[in-house]
T-cell receptor, first 116, second 112 residues
Framework: EAQVTQNPRYLITVTGKKLTVTCSQN?????MSWYRQDPGLGLRQIYY???????DKGDVPEGYKVSRKEKRNFPLILESPSPNQTSLYFC???????????????FGSGTRLTVV | SQQGEEDPQALSIQEGENATMNCSYK?????LQWYRQNSGRGLVHLIL?????REKHSGRLRVTLDTSKKSSSLLITASRAADTASYFC????????????FGAGTRLFVKA
């Protein structure tokens, strides 16, 4: 089954304790992206990656890191989480946008993170 | 920055009625997409319309795009209780990069 798999689904952590949220896709997609969703703000893009070793900042990258060493994986790293990073996080992947073909993002099920 | 803004924020209709949601955006775009999200779950892609298209259909969905007004609408015909969800528009700004920007969404409630 074509899917984007995020882990964990739920995470409660303490301020300052480094954590990683994993994201893996099995569709050979070039493009991957991380979003956070907060009430009333919709989805805001954190980082995206056009392909292996190619990453770029979205609208709210502060406090986050990403890496794209393999095409299928795009982990989100919070080096020193703070309470304002409490949110619902989504990973998404797609065939490369802008190549003249229809596309749409496939989203993971989400990771609900609480930082206390 | 929030590129797309949906209107209304919330919509409640009876089963069988049509539901119309609107999206406005600020900059020129390559395309506009609509997504559905059931409560707290991942978004599901519904339809993509390119900047050179004016209307597109998919089953009970009809999307229009007016680039002169920088707006789009999503029409769901003959709505069902299962259509209850949040609907988001997403744009790929024509800025040379590929940053898809989502709006805050319209919450649709279809009463059986």
């Amino acid at each position: 089954e074509a899917q984007v798999t995020q882990n964990p689904r739920y995470l409660i952590t303490v301020t300052g304790k480094k954590l990683t949220v994993t994201c893996s896709q099995n569709m050979n997609h070039e493009y991957m992206s991380w979003y956070r969703q907060d009430p009333g703000l919709g989805l805001r893009q954190i980082y995206y990656s056009m392909n292996v070793e190619v990453t770029d900042k979205g609208d709210v990258p502060e406090g986050y890191k990403v890496s794209r060493k393999e095409k299928r994986n795009f982990p989100l790293i919070l080096e020193s989480p703070s309470p304002n990073q409490t949110s619902l996080y989504f990973c998404a992947s797609s065939t490369s946008p802008g190549q003249g073909r229809d596309y749409g993002y496939t989203f993971g099920s989400g990771t609900r993170l609480t930082v206390v | 920055s929030q590129q797309g803004e949906e209107d209304p924020q919330a919509l409640s209709i009876q089963e069988g009625e049509n539901a119309t949601m609107n999206c406005s955006y600020k900059t020129s775009i390559n395309n506009l997409q609509w997504y559905r999200q059931n409560s707290g779950r991942g978004l599901v892609h519904l339809i993509l319309i390119r900047s050179n298209e004016r209307e597109k259909h998919s089953g009970r969905l009809r999307v229009t795009l007016d680039t002169s007004k920088k707006s789009s609408s999503l029409l769901i015909t003959a709505s069902r209780a299962a259509d209850t969800a949040s609907y988001f528009c997403a744009t790929d700004p024509n800025t040379g990069g590929f940053k898809t920007i989502f709006g805050a969404g319209t919450r649709l409630f279809v009463k059986a």
